[in-house]
Nanobody
Framework: QVQLVESGGGLVQAGGSLRLSCAASGRTFSSYAMGWFRQAPGKERGFVTAISGSGSDTYYADSVKGRFTISRDNAKNTVYLQMNGLKPEDTAVYYC????????????????WGQGTQVTVSS
């Protein structure tokens, strides 16, 4: 069982930056690939980025490539999402999730989910 708690969301102006954190419980954190997804009002939850258990491989949606960076610290059981150059279209609830499948883009392949943190980007 893995419990995930996100933090770091908030309101930021376009062009600004935020850093999200996701703290995980359990002693098997490094055995899970981790992902970030987001869901805007009226839209389906969609893939943002993922990182392998060791942190050696990362994957990004085209919409965030070059602006967002995922990283993890297995000693702290934490995964991070550094978001730079934020745009109003990045506004959404951001969720972290854990999967046994590295690099998966599919919601259904993630076993554990956090409660989400709101990111709002004003124009």
């Amino acid at each position: 069982q893995v419990q995930l708690v996100e933090s770091g969301g908030g309101l930021v102006q376009a062009g600004g930056s935020l850093r999200l954190s996701c703290a995980a419980s359990g002693r098997t954190f490094s055995s899970y690939a981790m992902g970030w997804f987001r869901q805007a009002p009226g839209k389906e939850r969609g893939f943002v980025t993922a990182i392998s258990g060791s942190g050696s491989d990362t994957y990004y949606a085209d919409s965030v490539k070059g602006r967002f960076t995922i990283s993890r610290d297995n000693a702290k059981n934490t995964v991070y999402l550094q978001m730079n150059g934020l745009k109003p279209e990045d506004t959404a609830v951001y969720y972290c999730a854990a999967s046994r499948i590295p690099g998966s883009w599919y919601v259904s392949e993630y076993d554990y989910w956090g409660q989400g943190t709101q990111v709002t980007v004003s124009s």
